[in-house]
């Protein structure tokens, strides 16, 4: 190894990150590493239970607001209605999702009097074509 390295180059050739393997697979880990306890990469959190793709409406320093929208059947009028459903979930320094990313995630064990969910992954924004409609009919 060269001598003339500075401390922080040594430091990080010689740190491991430990990530866990959360047993849903095609999810990647995050590249970056955290100690947060309540992390599902790198503390001690286990996910179980429902899974849930959303988009954050609001980020908080800890927590975010995950907002997705579900069809329900109604038998009376024989139609879908269009429900709306906000989750509260703990957002993990390595994962560090902002308001308008589309996340996924999970149940895990209460973490405090509201939070019941930890944001597993970011994924990446879909940014398609925008479409508008004319007289004509649609235009892209």
């Known amino acids: ?14 740190e491991k990150v430990y990530v866990k393997n959360i047993g849903i697979s095609g999810i990647e880990p995050p590249k970056d590493s955290c100690n947060d306890k309540k992390c599902v990469w790198h503390g001690k959190i286990r996910i179980h239970g429902r899974i849930f793709k959303g988009k954050v409406i609001e980020a908080k320093h800890k927590h975010v607001l995950v907002e997705f929208y579900r069809y329900v059947y109604i ?11 906000r989750i509260k979930a ?7 999702a902002k308001e308008g990313d ?11 009097k509201t ?12 940014t398609g074509a925008i479409v508008e409609k004319d007289s004509e009919g649609l235009k892209q």
């Open 115 to 126: 939070i019941h969910f930890v944001v597993i992954q970011k994924l990446p924004s879909v």
């Open 102 to 112: 589309t996340v996924l995630i999970g149940e895990t064990r209460p973490l405090s």
């Open 90 to 96: 703990h957002n993990p320094p390595c994962i560090n």
């Open 1 to 14: 190894m060269n001598m003339f390295l500075n401390a922080s180059k040594i430091y990080r050739l010689m």
């Open 75 to 85: 038998p009376k009028y024989e139609r879908y209605e269009v429900r709306r459903t």
